[in-house]
């Protein structure tokens, strides 16, 4: 009732006891945006230590999830890159089995066919000659393989496959038909060869060894075998000409089309019998994989980041506690609640900031020491740092409201009562 | 006759259940421009009357008006301002930021009413030099005596020109001739035109002011004004 009736009382009380010099009502507690942020980093800088300590959790959180994504996009800048040097269009085609799980060979003219597919630009063959082994002398027992296998293969192989020679030659015309080798790398390796030139004992006759090949990331199953050119290997051994694999490299606009009509031309009579993939494809699953283990540390990291902001909510809750003769002051220097509010929250931003800042550095300089280890091109998209720092802003708004709301509730007496 | 900035009628402050009484229905008029002190032992009520004149509690009943506002409906935000322009607190323990110049103490009393910092400050500066110690601007508190301390905590709360001033025991923590500095202080506010009013438990500081009110188990027992040079006793 009071109230009402005051309110002309009010004015007129005002207006006679208000001295001239003085601005007119109605006046209302202000706080300028930049006190606002003085008075954040003045709570900060008032226990640096336990300022340090609080955004440590966050810092460390970040740093996990910014090295994690970091060092997974390099390794994949490093898969990509390799890819584009080989080329997505490089298919292979392997024999399958028949209706009754019988193996079911490629035909004997099925490179040839390949071949006239339009857009077709490389291809070639291997045919791996089964119960053929190849050793370093003929010393060495029949049975150590050393796993490798002996394939007789096309000339056009090796522009089909890409794969590129360490030393030596490749096979063609008229090295086919002698007792010549060109082995993969492994192959190589393990039967203790670096050059081409020595002799190996192959299929109980000696090959002289012409070319050692470079390991190839499309088809890694050239790596353990022993290649050989298929008029020499009919001579010796039998071979019927009918291919195991065969690797053909198109346009890359084509590709699917190439794709769908293998079968059909390799075997017209069964073309379910043929199987057909990319290897390229592989590679990239092996990727698919690596980003599911991402996913996981990615995981990890933001648990670390919700443990930071417990933290952070903790030693606000804390400070709060601590300063309640400060938030008393200030309510008597006229704040209001939202003011103090403010003042905490901006407190919990401003720590968990300055945790995320560290933590996104340190993120970045750990990516960038196992990208420099291990070769990568440094290759952290800008995004996830970007990411990293507004993340931790949210985390810091959402650790900084129960503190804040804490703080606007202490009661103003509490600068008086002790 | 003064106009009053200061009206309390039939004011109660109880608290909890059962209800604690702190106040029990109290009645005062301070005009503009007065030197009082509220005295009492510790439990008399003289903090909840504090309290409730410089807006910071609530009373449970009466009505309670500063310079004129029935502060009885006020909401949190205008309570705020009025404790931004209008009523200025010295508290016994001085509450004095650490590791902050006198100067930006004193600007601190100003950092509610969204002046800028510089304004802030150049007043600080005048407020620092009314209460004598414009050669210790850039000191800070632990460099300071506590006679000190507690002058730079009284230009905090005048830098606003405050119509009223609030002293919570303000020579609790001193000894007797920083007191009688502090108490020198205060008396100089008020014959520049400042309502000052005093809370003490000390029966010697409020002899020194021309109005006495006494303050026992939530009432006012005596109200005794003496000549205004009784100050000078």
């Known amino acids: 009732m009071s109230r009402i009736d005051a309110q002309p009382v009010d004015e007129t009380h005002e207006a006679r006891l208000i001295p001239p010099a003085a601005p007119a009502r109605p006046k209302r507690s202000v706080l300028r945006p930049g006190d606002l942020f003085s008075l954040g980093l003045h709570g900060l800088k008032a226990r640096p230590m336990r300022a340090i300590l609080a955004s440590l959790g966050i810092a460390i959180g970040i740093a996990a999830m910014i090295s994690v994504v970091g060092i997974s996009t390099s390794s994949q800048a490093l898969v990509k890159e390799k890819l584009a040097a080989l080329g997505t269009n490089l298919l292979t085609v392997t024999a399958g089995t028949d209706l009754f799980g019988a193996a079911a060979p490629l035909p004997e003219g099925a490179l040839a066919s390949i071949r006239r597919i339009p857009g077709v630009e490389h291809a070639g063959s291997t045919a791996t000659l089964e119960g053929i082994g190849v050793y370093r002398s003929v010393e060495i027992e029949a049975s150590r393989t050393g796993g490798l296998s002996v394939a007789a293969a096309d000339p056009g192989l090796l522009a089909a496959t890409g794969a590129r020679l360490l030393d030596g030659a490749w096979l063609n015309e008229a090295t086919a038909r002698f007792p010549t080798v060109v082995l993969g790398h492994t192959a190589a390796e393990r039967l203790g060869l670096q050059q081409a030139g020595a002799l190996v004992w192959l299929g109980g006759h000696e090959f002289s060894v012409i070319g050692i090949l470079d390991r190839s990331l499309l088809a890694p199953e050239l790596d353990t075998s022993a290649l050989i050119g298929a008029p020499i290997a009919a001579e010796l051994f039998g071979f019927d000409g009918s291919p195991t694999t065969i690797y053909e490299r198109s346009d890359e606009a084509l590709v699917d089309e190439v794709r769908a009509l293998l079968p059909g031309t390799v075997n017209p009579a069964a073309p379910n019998e043929v199987k057909v993939s990319r290897p390229s494809d592989v590679l990239a699953a092996k990727n698919t994989v690596d980003q599911a283990f991402t996913g996981l540390l990615v995981g990890v990291g933001s648990i670390a980041l919700l443990v930071g902001g417990i933290g952070v909510a903790n030693t606000m809750v804390i400070s709060v506690l601590e300063r309640r003769r400060e938030i008393g002051l200030r309510r008597s220097l006229g704040a209001t609640r939202r003011h103090i509010r403010l003042q905490f929250l901006f407190e919990a931003v401003l720590l968990s900031a300055l945790g995320g800042l560290a933590g996104t550095v340190l993120g970045w300089v750990i990516t960038a020491i196992a990208a420099g280890a291990n070769g990568w091109s440094l290759a952290v998209p800008p995004l996830v740092l970007i990411a990293g720092v507004l993340v931790t802003i949210a985390v810091g708004a959402i650790a900084g409201v129960l503190p804040a709301v804490r703080a606007a509730r202490t009661s103003p007496t509490a600068a008086l009562s002790g | ?233």
């Open chain 2, 1 to 233: 006759m003064s106009r009053p900035v200061v009206e309390l009628r039939g004011v109660t402050r109880s608290f909890g259940a059962p209800p604690t009484v702190a106040l029990a229905g109290v009645d005062l008029t301070v005009d503009e421009g007065e030197l009082l002190a509220i005295v009492g032992p510790s439990g008399s009520g003289k903090s909840t009357m504090l309290n409730i004149i410089g807006s910071l509690d609530r009373a449970s009943s009466g009505t309670v008006r500063i310079a004129g506002h029935d502060i009885g409906g006020m909401s949190d935000a205008e309570l705020s301002a009025l404790r931004a322009y209008t009523i200025g607190f010295v508290f016994q323990q001085f509450h004095l930021a650490e590791g902050v110049t006198a100067l930006d103490n004193v600007a601190a009393g100003l950092l509610y009413t969204g002046l800028p910092a510089r304004r802030r400050r150049e007043r600080a500066q005048r407020a620092l030099e009314q209460v004598g110690l414009g050669e210790r601007v850039g000191h800070r508190p632990h460099q300071l005596s506590g006679g000190e301390r507690q002058r730079v905590a009284i230009a905090r709360a005048v830098v606003g020109e405050p119509q009223l001033l609030l002293a919570d025991e303000p020579t609790g923590s001193l000894d007797t001739r920083s007191g009688t500095d502090v108490l020198e202080i205060l008396r100089g506010l008020h014959s520049a035109g400042t309502t000052v009013l005093v809370i003490t438990h000390d029966n010697d500081v409020a002899a020194q002011m021309p109005r006495r009110v006494h303050v026992r188990d939530g009432r006012i027992v005596s109200d005794e004004r003496s000549a205004p040079a009784g100050a000078a006793a």
